[in-house]
Nanobody, 125 residues
Framework: VQLLESGGGVVQAGDSLILSCASSGRTFSRDAVAWFRQAPGKEREFVAVITRAGSTSYTDSVKGRFTISRDNAKRTVYVQMNSLKPEDTAVYYC????????????????????WGQGTQVTVSS
């Protein structure tokens, strides 16, 4: 499975961006897909996840500002990022894993089997 992120860029505080994650996986509809981010000198951290059933979960710092969604026909997951802050600056990675219907919501880096190369998001103040 290959994951390809796109949509990153340089924006000002308060602006919006939409990141996309396109998957080559043939069983994409059964995958949980998450976004993580890594700022310079920091560990990779969970941002948001969408399950195969469409349930979502977010880290507290992005709740109310970010929205994750999926289009199974396009094998793509999106994250709409609004009201961006300088502390959102990081490389954003998407990750996926196959799941069963009763699976828990996975939020750890080690939970995911496939990773994209990342896309840089820079928010200036």
């Amino acid at each position: 499975v290959q994951l390809l992120e796109s949509g990153g860029g340089v924006v000002q505080a308060g602006d919006s961006l939409i990141l996309s994650c396109a998957s080559s996986g043939r069983t994409f509809s059964r995958d949980a897909v998450a976004w993580f981010r890594q700022a310079p000198g920091k560990e990779r951290e969970f941002v948001a996840v969408i399950t195969r059933a469409g349930s979502t979960s977010y880290t507290d710092s992005v709740k109310g500002r970010f929205t994750i969604s999926r289009d199974n026909a396009k094998r793509t997951v999106y994250v709409q990022m609004n009201s961006l802050k300088p502390e959102d600056t990081a490389v954003y990675y998407c990750a996926s894993r196959d799941t069963i219907l009763s699976a828990p919501i996975y939020t750890r880096v080690s939970d995911y089997h496939y990773w994209g190369q990342g896309t840089q998001v820079t928010v200036s103040s």
